[in-house]
């Protein structure tokens, strides 16, 4: 089992930028990836960026490309999500996700954290 908390978030004007960050508890020594993912209103979830423990590879969504960065604090078990530029499309309820088993990085994790929102005004 992997348990993950969130924090950051919140409201912020275009152009801003927000921190968003996750930080993993239980069986974190098995950890193939963590990642973003998140759902706007009225739309499925979408994956934004991951980051493979093993290696350190990273990988974004084209839309978040060169605006979003994800990082890992290895002491701390912790992912956390630079967001700049922010857009207004950008707004949504943002998910910290973890993975154990190998799989692609876009596809769905086995877990899942609460749900932190973002939004983003014009």
């Known amino acids: 089992q992997v348990h993950l908390v969130e924090s950051g978030g919140g409201l912020v004007q275009t152009g801003g930028s927000l921190r968003l960050s996750c930080a993993a508890s239980?069986?974190?020594?098995?950890?193939?990836?963590m990642g973003w993912f998140r759902q706007a209103p009225g739309k499925e979830r979408e994956f934004v960026a991951a980051?493979?423990?093993?290696?350190?590879?990273?990988y974004y969504t084209d839309s978040v490309k060169g605006r979003f960065t994800i990082s890992r604090d290895n002491t701390k078990n912790t992912v956390a999500l630079q967001m700049n530029s922010l857009k207004p499309e950008d707004t949504a309820v943002y998910y910290c996700?973890?993975?154990?088993?190998?799989?692609?990085?876009?596809?769905?994790?086995?877990?899942w954290g609460q749900g932190t929102q973002v939004t983003v005004s014009s």
């Open positions: 239980g069986r974190t020594f098995s950890m193939y990836l």
């Open positions: 980051f493979r423990w093993s290696g350190g590879n990273t």
């Open positions: 996700a973890a993975q154990i088993r190998p799989i692609y990085y876009s596809d769905p994790y086995d877990y």
